[in-house]
């Protein structure tokens, strides 16, 4: 009787997660059009198993926004969300809180550390104040750089991870971030454990990033930002 109570509340947990939760922060602070947005990016990855769309307002200009973009990477400005706890993962980020001239220089096709040990992916395309997106892709990868995407042989990974500026009328910015990754599918179960392992976390991470770029584009320091 006691197993057959705790599967019934693992069930009744996983359909929260699936209809409630899950609905709630894939498409966080994003419009129904910005969720349905076509995007460039969206052709190199044709069947998302993850497909995420985030979005904020910040009352600054795209001019204002995009340079806290060109500096992000590990070794450079960071991430700008919880970085105590990405140290404390051993990914040796520290958030820059203010624009360096030195970390400014950003070319398509460089490669942004995510972690201290050189795991990270490429700078994919780039427009200037109006979109960055970070790639890997599996199948072509340079040799000379480390990847957190290892696969087995006969396997393939490939996703980005996007930053859309779009000016308002009112002269504000509206960010919209999107992740989308597709791979081998190998079983039902493993996919499940991929996609719950992954969304959740990142998004615990991407919506303080959203949160404290907007408040330093709009001149205000992030140190009072609550933790969500």
């Avoid at 979005?55 to 060109?70: D, K, M, Q, S, Y």
């Avoid at 599996?138 to 990974?157: E, N, Q, T, W």
């Avoid at 971030?177 to 969304?199: D, K, Q, T």
């Avoid at 408040?215 to 992030?222: F, H, N, R, V």
Wanted: glycine share 8%.
């Amino acid at each position: 009787m006691l197993t057959i109570k705790l599967v019934t509340v693992e069930i009744v947990l996983l359909l929260l997660y699936v209809f409630v939760l899950r609905r709630w922060f894939s498409v966080w602070g994003a419009t129904p059009e910005e969720i349905a947005m076509k995007m460039p990016e969206d052709e190199m990855v044709k069947n998302p198993f993850i497909d995420m769309t985030h979005a904020i307002t910040i009352h600054a200009p795209p001019e204002a926004v995009f340079p806290w973009f060109r500096q992000l990477g590990q070794g450079r400005g960071g991430y700008y969300s919880y970085d105590w706890l990405e140290r404390l993962f051993g990914f040796g980020i520290h958030n820059v809180y203010h624009i360096d001239p030195g970390l400014q220089d950003i070319q398509v096709g460089d490669h942004i550390r995510l972690h201290q040990n050189g795991m990270g992916a490429t700078l994919f395309s780039m427009v200037e104040n109006e979109k960055m997106v970070i790639a890997f892709d599996s199948r072509d990868l340079h040799k000379d750089r480390k990847y957190f995407i290892p696969v087995a042989k006969g396997m393939f990974i490939v996703g980005y991870w996007s930053f859309t500026l779009i000016r308002q009328p009112d002269g504000s910015t509206r960010l919209i971030e999107r992740w989308r990754i597709e791979w081998s599918a190998v079983n039902p179960i493993l996919n499940m454990l991929l996609v719950f392992g992954f969304e959740l976390p990142s998004f615990i991470m991407e919506q303080r990033m959203l949160r404290v770029i907007k408040m330093l584009a709009e001149g205000t320091s992030p140190d009072k930002l609550g933790f969500f």
